[in-house]
């Protein structure tokens, strides 16, 4: 991992630890932060022993948005790199930072603190689960520099909240508190201490068989508001197919019925 932007770490118990580092500018997005997310969940999506992740800005800050200065000073590219799409990725360099999050096939929690702001709100929306300070300060805040959010919100906002919601908070670039955006749906819940219960709900998660996490997050990405019924109510059934009678599906049986804690393997 770049040590210069992310730092990525991974407990004994599976909990990957994904730390944007750029605290004096409030973990803003340079080149070199894109580069090392980009990084950070290709090697989680690979990684078997990986049970969940917590994704967090180092210092008082998630992460304040675009550092458009370092783009237009970049003579390499400049703003431009932001809008290259490999061949055969759906999205491109700039959206990656938020969509790829979806491709780590293990929960990812984002732990909010002080500036949400932008492309820091996008990528908070690309994780599973997001949970704010009550005094964090989030917005889509792209309206106030004449721009749009352009990095994967189309598939992220429409899942958390309403329309008419989606369009207010756009419109205006507001800045909402954690409290008000735990009550708007654009986080899930508040703590005070966001890392520390991020870190905790990751644990209560590692616990839990690896297979049926891994089902899940497929489950609900794939077949939340599905157009096609039966499709969704197939894969279901592949799903649950899939875990019957697996080893670690039995060593969840175990463990429930003689109430000793279960022993999983990580996946194939």
């Not at 799409?85 to 700039?94: C, L, S, Y």
């Not at 994780?127 to 009550?134: M, N």
């Amino acid at each position: 991992m770049s040590d210069k932007r992310i730092r990525l770490s991974v407990s004994d118990s599976g909990v990957a630890t994904v730390t944007m580092v750029r605290a004096e500018k409030h973990n803003a997005l340079d080149k070199a932060m894109f580069e090392g997310l980009l990084e950070a969940a290709g090697h989680l999506a690979t990684d078997r022993t990986v049970r969940a992740v917590v994704l967090h800005g180092e210092g008082r800050s998630f992460c304040s948005g675009l550092d458009i200065s370092s783009f237009l000073a970049d003579s390499a590219g400049g703003i431009d790199a932001l809008f290259v799409r490999e061949h055969g990725k759906p999205a491109n360099f700039a959206q990656r930072a938020a969509h790829d999050w979806s491709g780590v096939p293990v929960p990812v929690i984002a732990a909010i603190t002080g500036s949400c702001f932008g492309g820091g709100m996008q990528i908070a929306l690309g994780a599973d689960i997001r949970i704010a300070a009550p005094d964090a300060r989030l917005s889509l805040m792209e309206v106030k520099w004449g721009l749009v959010p352009d990095m994967a919100i189309t598939q992220s906002l429409p899942r958390v909240m309403r329309i008419d919601v989606a369009k207010e908070l756009t419109f205006t670039g507001r800045i909402v508190s954690g409290l008000e955006a735990s009550s708007l749906g654009l986080v899930t819940r508040t703590a005070e201490d966001p890392l520390s219960a991020a870190l905790e709900l990751a644990g209560d998660i590692a616990e839990k068989s690896p297979d049926a996490i891994r089902a899940a997050k497929r489950l609900y990405d794939e077949g939340w508001n599905n157009g096609d019924t039966a499709e969704a109510l197939a894969l279901e059934s592949r799903l649950q197919l899939g875990l019957l009678g697996s080893p670690n599906q039995v060593a969840a049986v175990a463990a429930g019925v003689s109430g000793r804690a279960p022993s999983f393997i990580d996946p194939v």
